[in-house]
């Protein structure tokens, strides 16, 4: 049963009924009273703005995420409306820079603490986001940073879906329905992929094994399946992995030591309060590498990186059978010296941060990627870039007078459409799951 957005929120149920049955209905209204409706509808914003193409959306992921955020902001609303009001116009206000804004207000409505009251930071307030007060007077300064997909990788996921739209429209000449699989031993630049693009949609041929510049494009017609295929419209399945971009993992560490210099700029080390960086990072980046930098920087007795302790809080979609969930992997590095801490834990004059994920489940464990290569997968290598999405077109089946069929995804980025064939006629009834099962905000 559809809500009065037009969702449902079935799986969002409180399983310990300490909320209403109407309670995820209840927040992502939290959402329109804080965007407002006009904006979330696209009538006063931006382009490609991600709550805004979130809003838009009716599958279940842009539920859990719209779900999360509402959480969070009835969470906040109760004492810090204005802050949320200022920050509600700055997510409204630009596109490159609103996901920042976004996550803060997420990360403030996420992070507890028993003993100490947790706020929001003043506005224009330089070195840090949020701030922990104890009774005792010791404080928790928090820096909330967001480390979001590589302009490497996002450039990798373009060259992969004009790839994929060239096989498509290769298919339809050859008619026929393939696979299409690239892998490489190094890094595939631009140039190899141009060439490619130009080669699979215009000189492709036959289903066999090609090698250009240390890749390796293999086409193969899809083999037959116990549903029936569709006709007119051409399935197709493109899988490309590689490693990634020579400067990838410099670059999130260099990230790493930047907003750290910029929190210590505006907070010097004392022992009277204890500095964190608050990370979200993106489901490709290697949370690992992240923390063997910030341990490496904790561990130097010789210079103050600006930081005390690292959270990495790290959200991505992960299957569990058939049900698809918002998993959050957690993980931090911590100093071991700073004194005013330990006397302050010895003292029990603070109590450790706890954060309660918005929507999903927290683990400390990292989510894997797997390769899809019919009925068999297996994880893509470490520090691999990775692209893979599918159309497949299942004809209808008669079950007495009607017509019937079932939408699926087997995975991330494949999906299942519905084709109804009247004599020479199909007609396309498209999968109602995302393309990608990505969050945007979350």
């Given amino acids: 049963m559809l809500d009065r957005f037009g969702r449902d929120t079935s799986h969002l149920r409180d399983s310990q009924q300490e909320h209403p049955a109407e309670f995820a209905t ?18 006063e914003g931006k382009e490609q703005h991600r709550l805004q193409a979130l809003w838009k959306r009716k599958d279940w992921l842009s539920t859990c995420e719209l779900f999360g955020l509402g959480k969070c902001i009835q969470e906040l609303a109760p004492k810090h ?22 996550t803060e207000i997420l990360t403030c409505g996420s992070i507890k603490s028993q003993q ?61 329905d393939g696979e299409l699989y690239l892998e490489s031993n190094a890094h595939i630049g631009p140039e190899t992929f141009e060439r490619l693009i130009t080669f699979v949609g215009d000189i492709l041929q036959r289903p066999d094994k ?16 116990r549903e029936p295929r569709a006709s007119t419209f051409r399935s197709s399945q493109v899988t490309i992995w590689c490693p990634q971009h020579r400067n990838a993992l410099k670059n999130a560490e260099s990230r790493l030591k930047e907003a750290a210099e910029n929190m210590g700029a505006h907070l010097r080390y004392s022992d009277d309060y204890f500095r964190y960086l608050w990370i979200r990072v993106h489901s490709s980046i290697e949370v690992a ?27 991505s979609v992960i299957r569990n059978d ?31 941060l706890s954060i309660d994920t918005p929507v999903g489940c927290l683990s400390q464990k990292p989510s894997e990627l797997y390769i899809t290569n019919g009925s068999l997968s297996a994880p893509v290598p470490p520090r691999h870039y990775f692209y893979q999405k599918a159309d497949i ?16 995804s087997p995975a991330s980025g494949i999906r ?9 006629r199909e007609v396309l009834f498209p999968s109602p799951s995302v393309e990608v099962e990505e969050t945007l905000i979350i």
């Fill in 393 to 408: 077109y299942v004809l209808m089946q008669r079950d007495g007078e009607a017509m019937v069929g079932n939408w699926s």
């Fill in 322 to 352: 058939s049900n698809s969930i918002i998993n959050t992997y957690f993980d931090y590095a911590f100093t071991s010296g700073h004194q005013g801490f330990i006397k302050a834990v010895r003292e029990k004059k603070i109590s450790l």
């Fill in 416 to 424: 299942h459409h519905l084709v109804l064939r009247n004599r020479d």
């Fill in 289 to 315: 590498v992240l923390k063997q930098a910030a341990e490496t920087m904790l561990t130097d007795d010789a210079q103050d990186y600006g930081f005390d302790a690292v959270f990495f809080h790290q959200p």
């Fill in 81 to 102: 409306a204005g802050w949320l009001r200022q920050t509600a116009r700055k997510v409204k206000s630009g596109v490159s820079n609103a996901h920042g804004f976004t």
């Fill in 116 to 176: 100490g009251e947790v706020a929001p930071a003043k506005g224009n307030q330089k070195g840090y986001d949020l701030q922990v007060q104890f009774p005792s007077g010791f404080k928790y300064y928090i820096s909330i940073k967001n480390q979001g997909l590589s302009s490497h990788e996002a450039a990798f996921h373009q060259f992969g879906d004009r790839l994929k739209a060239a096989f498509d429209q290769r298919l339809r000449v050859l008619k026929v």
């Fill in 26 to 43: 209840e927040c992502i209204a939290a959402v329109e009273g804080l965007f407002g409706a006009e904006w979330l509808e696209g009538q």
């Fill in 210 to 225: 090609y090698t250009f510049k240390g890749s390796t494009l293999t086409f193969r017609t899809m083999p037959r399946s």
